[in-house]
């Protein structure tokens, strides 16, 4: 089926969060060919033909109405820099929006790690969350491994709620056999409008 969450072009001053496109790919496989030292424990396509097929599974998970993924697309040149996505929905009875989503399968070009595209990426998809679908809770999750990524997490302003032991396949190459210990965060809908000021804050 078609998501009944379908999320229109999220605009910011900094990023632009278009609809994940096939026509995305060439630009993503550029961006995801900057640097790949911090890709370890996020699988990210090497080349155009792997891009490929990456952005179409997504696109196949989309229109099973499992994922709203993104392109991350930084407003100043118009190009796309990673991707990210709204994913693990949770529905009460027959309700058409969620009481809690996830925020992941992000990644982004060298160039644009710690920057405010990121920060402001992440204020667009709480506001989504938060203020139009009127979540009660956000989630985001990390390899427990992943200081990198914690600490970003950290950062949005989310709540370290602990980590699960084995929860899930480890998303490492050379660890398809693997289950890793993942970290756990969250954004409660009371803690939104301090989350918020505070991204707000940064970006000016």
């Known amino acids: 089926m ?71 697309v930084d407003v100043s040149d118009g190009r796309a820099v990673g991707v990210t996505r709204f994913m693990t929905f949770r529905f009460r009875g027959d309700e058409t929006r969620p009481f809690a989503v996830e925020i992941g399968g992000t990644w982004l070009a060298a160039s644009a790690q710690r920057s405010p595209v990121n920060t402001e990426a992440k204020l667009l998809l709480l506001t989504q969350a938060f203020d139009v679908w009127n979540v009660t809770r956000v989630d985001f999750k990390s390899d427990a491994r992943n200081e990198r990524s914690r600490a970003a997490i950290l950062r949005i302003g989310a709540s370290f709620e602990g980590v699960l032991r084995r929860w899930q396949p480890s998303m490492v190459v050379g660890e398809e056999d693997l289950y890793r210990d993942t970290a756990m965060y969250s954004v409660l809908d009371s803690e939104w409008p301090v989350v918020r000021a505070r991204l707000q804050l940064k970006l000016r």
Not at 7 to 12: D, K
Not at 32 to 43: K, N, V
């Open 2 to 72: 078609t998501h009944p969450l379908n999320v229109p072009t999220l605009e910011g001053t900094r990023v632009r969060l278009e609809p994940l496109a096939t026509s995305h790919a060439s630009a993503l496989a550029s961006a995801a060919g900057e640097d790949r030292q911090t890709y370890r424990f996020t699988p990210v396509p090497k080349d155009l033909a792997s891009m490929n097929t990456y952005v179409e599974d997504l696109l196949v998970d989309r229109d099973a109405g499992l994922i709203v993924p993104f392109a991350q």
